[in-house]
């Protein structure tokens, strides 16, 4: 905390190369500093109330609450109702005080439902466990102890801010075109993007995330015809539903492999009959050593960085599938709900740059950019097409998506630090 307490005796140094005036960034440092103990408590309350994705009115009490913190500031704050696609629905906040519009991304939801036995916020210091205490709701924290320091700076009136809480972003409704339709169109009218997911960190260091994989799932089904396997491979039954599997496969392992492309195959099942359930998890099937296979199935993920590596790799799958063995079929089917990638981009690298400026003038390490392969899909890559985005702006921790998930709680006060006074000057264009 002390190199926290340091920062605002560094801006008395900064002078003339702070974007904004160098009282009130020092005004936003102090304030920050001052509230941490209030944002600890704010977070607990976020933390203990169940949001698990399905938990529809769990979601909804997570926003009502994330609206007590927002309209005080002068926010209009909406509720998108998403119940056509299976899900509680979006908070929205706008603050249009003039200058650039900048977004503000994150999810009231997490992985964690009211059967989970973990649903506690527990402190131990500057640590605190409990369930979405990092993946999202210290990235909400963030978002509003941001926006306190910008008010109480007197930054917040002249900036033009939209906060878009996701309430399904762990297990996006469906279709995923009306689910993410709103947050598309705030990317195409920001005129910069920032995401509120953990920050990223390895031995100690802090990055910047300019770069994000896609994420999407596919599955495979191949057919074969059955009978005595004393027939396998003549030109009666050919070579069944499993070698055509195999065969796939196989060439998808030896053929498509390229940097910051991964396609991991989940779950597979093979004989006479196979089938896969109606969400994709689970698989069954039987059969006899001495029959030919009828049926195989099997379901994984992509990931690439860049829409055009994903329409190529997609491209190369489906040729791939078409050169079937003798007297085989199969057939390749990516899922609607895929996470689109946050490619690299200049604007991007920019971003981060005026992030560093930032870290520079408060007196915090300056980040370098994170390796994409190491970051998981969000919300980001639904805006990032259109606008400048720049991620990974929520709290330090690890463990997300399981039980033990942790967050930093210093890590909430330099993020705040970083993001109020970012925010601020692109807001104000300077």
Same mark, same amino acid.
Request: aromatic share 4%.
């Given at each position: ?39 600890i408590d704010l977070l607990e309350r976020l933390v203990n109330q ?6 529809? *009115? ?15 500031? $002068? ?11 299976? +899900?509680?629905? &979006? /908070? ?32 131990? !210091? ?7 205490? !990092?993946?999202?709701?210290? #990235? ?7 926006? %306190? ?24 409704? @469906?279709p995923l075109e009306v689910a993410r339709r709103e947050l598309i ?14 920050? @990223?960190?390895?031995?100690?260091? *802090?990055?910047?995330?300019?770069? %994000? ?26 070579? $069944? ?28 099942? !093979? ?27 099997? +379901?994984?993920?992509? %990931? ?10 997609? @491209? ?8 079937? /063995? ?16 946050? @490619? ?15 870290? %520079? ?13 190491? +970051?998981?899909?969000?919300?980001? !890559? ?9 991620? $990974?702006?929520?709290?330090?921790? #690890?463990?997300? &998506?399981?039980? #033990? ?11 705040a630090q970083r993001a109020a006074v970012l925010i601020g000057r ?5």
């Amino acid at each position: 905390m002390r190199l926290l307490l340091s920062a605002v005796a560094t801006l008395l140094l900064a002078g003339t190369a702070m974007a904004q005036t160098p009282e009130a960034e020092r005004t936003i440092v102090s304030t920050v500093v001052a509230e941490h103990d209030r944002h600890i408590d704010l977070l607990e309350r976020l933390v203990n109330q169940n949001s698990g994705t399905l938990n529809a *009115e769990g979601v909804r009490a997570v926003a009502e609450m994330v609206r007590a913190e927002l309209e005080p500031l $002068g926010f209009e704050v909406r509720w998108l109702d998403m119940s056509e696609t299976g +899900r509680a629905g &979006h /908070l929205v906040a706008t603050h249009d005080g003039g200058g650039k519009n900048v977004l503000l991304i994150g999810h009231l939801d997490t992985v964690f439902e009211t059967d989970s036995p973990f649903q506690t916020f527990v402190r131990e !210091g500057a640590r605190a466990t409990g369930p979405g205490v !990092g993946d999202d709701k210290g #990235g909400v924290v963030v978002i509003i102890a941001a926006l %306190r320091a910008m008010q109480a700076a007197g930054t917040l009136e002249g900036s033009n801010i939209t906060v878009f809480l996701t309430g399904d972003e762990e297990r996006p409704g @469906a279709p995923l075109e009306v689910a993410r339709r709103e947050l598309i169109e705030a990317g195409r009218v920001a005129d910069y993007a920032l995401e509120f997911e953990n920050l @990223a960190t390895e031995n100690g260091a *802090e990055f910047g995330t300019i770069a %994000r994989r896609s994420s999407s799932s596919w599955t495979l089904t191949t057919g074969g015809q059955t009978g005595h396997s004393s027939g396998v491979f003549n030109d009666t039954l050919g070579y $069944g539903a499993i070698y055509e599997m195999a065969r796939i496969l196989d060439a998808f392992r030896r053929e498509l492999p390229e940097p910051n492309l991964t396609y991991n195959v989940g779950v597979m099942a !093979g004989g006479t009959p196979a089938e896969i359930d109606a969400d994709g998890f689970r698989v069954q099937a039987s059969g006899k050593t001495n029959i030919v296979a009828e049926t195989a199935v099997a +379901r994984g993920d992509l %990931r690439t960085l860049t829409p055009e590596q994903d329409a190529r790799v997609r @491209a190369r799958m489906a040729e791939i599938v078409t050169q079937n /063995l003798p007297r085989t079929t199969a057939e390749l089917v990516f899922a609607e709900d895929s996470y689109p990638p946050m @490619a690299p981009t200049p604007g991007n690298s920019a971003l981060l740059e005026r992030l560093n400026q930032v870290n %520079r003038d408060l007196g915090l390490p300056e980040m370098a950019p994170f390796d994409p392969a190491r +970051r998981g899909a969000a919300d980001s !890559g639904f805006v990032a097409a259109d606008v400048d985005t720049l991620g $990974g702006l929520g709290v330090a921790g #690890g463990g997300a &998506h399981a039980e #033990g998930e942790w967050a930093d709680l210093d890590s909430l006060v330099r993020q705040a630090q970083r993001a109020a006074v970012l925010i601020g000057r692109l807001s104000l264009g300077e």
